[in-house]
C-alpha cells in the first residue's frame, strides 16, 4: 500500500516569520528560512516543532532519541540515517511544495572522517554533535512566489494505515488551531543599558592567519593541491537570545539557505548562508558551488567597480573552475554517464553585504542510489575544503588549531520521499549555552596575496558581525 502525506492550503495573515514566533518555543523547534530571492532559489520556507525521533552523534556513538525513549549505539551516522529514514518511507506524490516532512537538522564538518581517512589532530573544543536530525511529522510550509501556506502531516511514527491517517487528520487541526488563535508576537528584546561591550577572540591572530596563509601556498608550489579553504573562528559571550540573534541577521543579511534549529540544551544554530550544497528532486541533483568574493561598496558607483572587479578576475574565475571540476567528479559517482553538466559558470550573484561568483552543476542520480550515498559521494562540499579534496582536508586539519563543528557541513531536510536540500552551513552562528561561534574562510591558491585573504574573511564576516553589535572593522578582537 502507497503512502502519502495529508496537505491542507492555510488562510493566514501570518508570514513565515510572524509565523515562526509562534512556535519558536517549542522543543527542537526548527525553521528552515529563504529570506531573499523568492523567483529562483529562495522560493519555500518550512517551520515545525515537536519531533518524534532525535538523532545526536559524536564519532561513532550515536543517540537514538524516540519518543522520549533512548538508546545509544555504535555506529556509521550516515548508515544510522538512512536506516530510519527508509522505515518512514513516503511514495513520490505531486505536492505543492517539495519537504512534506522528514529530518530536518545538519551533518558536521567532522563527519569528513567516516568519508576518508583522515588525521584529527585539531582540538574538538565546541559541545555541540557532530552530526543532528529531529524528525517532523507535521511541517508548515511556505510558499513566497505564489504567496501561499500549507500545512502537511504524515501520521508517522504510526505505521499501519488506519493509524497513521487519523494521527495525521489530528496534527493537522491542531497546527491550525494554533495558528488562528490570536497570540502576541513578540517583536524584540529589551538589552538593558549599560551592558559592557562585546569583545572577540579568534583562533588565529592576524599573522598567525597570514602564516598559515603563507604555508598554504608553500603547499601548492610543492604540487600537493591547487588550492585549500583555510579558515578562522571568532568566539564570543552571546549578548542575546539565539532567537533574536536569528531576526537580527535576518534582518541585515537576508539568505536563500537560512535556518535556525533549537537543539535544546541551550544549543542553536542560526544560519543565513547563501550557498546550496545539494539539492535532490526526484533523480535530479543540483549543487551549487560558491567561490569569488567581494565586498558591496559604500554608494553605487563603488558596488557597479567592486562587482565588475569579481567577474573580469581571472584568479577569482580559476578557482571557481577548480571547484567546479571538483563537484563534477563528486556527482559523477553516483549520477547516471553523461548526465553531470555545468549550467551555470561563475555568474554574479548579489547579497546585502557581499558579491559572489556561484556555478551550478546538475546531474541525473542512478537507480541504485539514494540521498544518502549522494552524500556519502560528496561530503563535504569541494568549495569549502578544495583541490583536490582529501590533501586539502588533510592540510586543514594541519593548519586550522580547532575543528570546525557545525561550520562547512550541511544543514537542511532528508525529506521522507528521497528528496533533499542542504545548504553549506557558512555564515553561520554555533551556539552552546552563553558562547556563540562563528567561523569565516576564503580559498587560497597560488597567487593569493595573505594580506587580502585575511580581509577577505573580515569582509564574509560583515553582517554576523553587526548582527553581534560589533563594528565592521572589528577593533576588539582578541586571539
Keep these: 500500500m502507497k503512502r502519502y502525506p495529508l496537505i491542507e492550503p492555510l488562510l493566514t495573515s501570518l508570514k513565515a516569520p510572524q509565523a515562526f514566533a509562534l512556535f519558536k518555543d517549542e522543543p527542537y523547534a526548527f525553521f528552515l528560512d529563504s529570506g531573499m530571492d523568492p523567483q529562483r532559489l529562495g522560493r519555500y520556507s518550512f517551520i515545525g516543532g515537536w ?12 543517540t ?31 505536492l505543492p511544495v517539495p519537504f512534506a516532512g522528514g529530518a530536518v537538522g545538519y551533518l558536521g564538518y567532522d563527519l569528513c572522517h567516516f568519508i576518508e581517512r583522515l588525521p584529527g589532530r585539531a ?20 510558499d513566497h512566489l505564489d504567496d501561499r501556506a500549507y500545512v502537511i502531516s504524515t501520521g508517522f511514527p504510526e505505521e499501519t494505515e488506519e493509524r497513521r491517517l487519523l494521527t495525521a487528520r489530528e496534527r493537522l487541526s491542531e497546527v491550525k488551531q494554533r495558528l488562528i488563535r490570536p497570540a502576541l508576537l513578540r517583536r524584540t528584546e529589551v538589552i538593558p543599558s549599560g551592558v559592557p561591550a562585546l569583545r572577540l577572540r579568534s583562533n588565529f591572530t592576524r599573522d598567525a592567519y597570514i602564516r598559515a596563509v603563507v604555508r598554504a601556498r608553500e603547499y601548492i608550489c610543492a604540487g600537493d593541491i591547487f588550492q585549500v579553504n583555510l579558515s578562522q573562528r571568532f568566539e564570543a559571550e552571546l549578548p542575546v537570545s539565539p532567537y533574536e540573534l536569528h531576526r537580527r541577521i535576518r534582518g541585515i543579511n537576508p539568505a536563500p539557505f537560512g535556518a535556525y534549529l533549537d537543539m535544546g540544551g541551550g544549543r542553536a544554530v542560526v544560519s543565513a548562508s547563501p550557498e546550496r550544497f545539494l539539492k535532490l528532486s526526484g533523480d535530479m541533483v543540483e549543487t551549487r558551488p560558491i567561490k569569488g568574493t567581494r565586498p558591496r561598496g559604500k554608494n553605487p558607483r563603488q558596488d557597479a567597480a567592486l562587482a565588475k572587479e569579481l567577474v573580469d578576475s581571472i584568479k577569482d574565475r580559476a578557482e571557481n573552475v577548480m571547484i567546479v571540476d571538483l563537484e563534477r567528479n563528486d556527482l ?22 557581499v558579491f559572489h561568483l556561484t556555478s551550478t552543476v546538475v546531474g541525473q542520480l542512478t537507480p541504485d542510489k539514494t540521498g544518502i550515498d549522494l552524500l556519502k559521494a560528496s561530503f563535504p562540499g569541494g568549495s ?6 582529501v590533501r586539502s582536508m588533510e592540510i586543514i586539519d594541519e593548519l586550522e588549531p580547532t575543528r570546525r563543528s557545525v561550520y562547512t557541513g550541511a544543514l537542511g531536510y532528508l525529506g521522507f520521499n528521497g ?9 553561520t552562528f554555533l551556539i552552546s549555552g552563553r558562547k556563540v561561534y562563528f567561523q569565516v574562510g576564503g580559498g587560497i591558491v597560488y597567487d593569493s596575496e595573505p594580506a587580502a585573504e585575511y580581509q577577505e574573511t573580515l569582509d564574509k564576516a560583515k553582517a554576523l558581525f553587526m548582527a553581534l553589535k560589533l563594528a565592521p572593522e572589528v577593533s576588539a578582537v582578541t586571539a
Excluded: H, M
Excluded at 537514538?64 to 555504535?74: H, Y
Excluded at 559517482?333 to 548579489?350: D, H, P
Excluded at 569549502?384 to 579534496?389: E, F, R
Design 332 to 353: 559523477g559517482r553516483v549520477c547516471r554517464y553523461g548526465s553531470v553538466k555545468v549550467t551555470e559558470l561563475a555568474i554574479l550573484e548579489t547579497f546585502p553585504t
Design 419 to 427: 528528496d533533499l536540500d542542504l545548504n553549506i552551513v557558512i555564515r
Design 64 to 94: 537514538v532519541d524516540f519518543q522520549g525513549r533512548k538508546e545509544t549505539i555504535e555506529s556509521n551516522p550516515f548508515d544510522v540515517l538512512d536506516a530510519w529514514l527508509r522505515r518512514y518511507r513516503l511514495d513520490a506524490s505531486p
Design 384 to 389: 569549502i575544503t578544495g583541490a583536490p579534496k
Design 51 to 62: 519531533p518524534f525521533l532525535v538523532i545526536t552523534s559524536r564519532g561513532r556513538k550515536i
Design 123 to 142: 582540538a574538538a573544543d565546541i559541545d555541540l554533535p557532530d552530526c543532528y536530525f529531529a524528525f517532523y511529522d507535521v511541517v508548515l510550509a511556505y
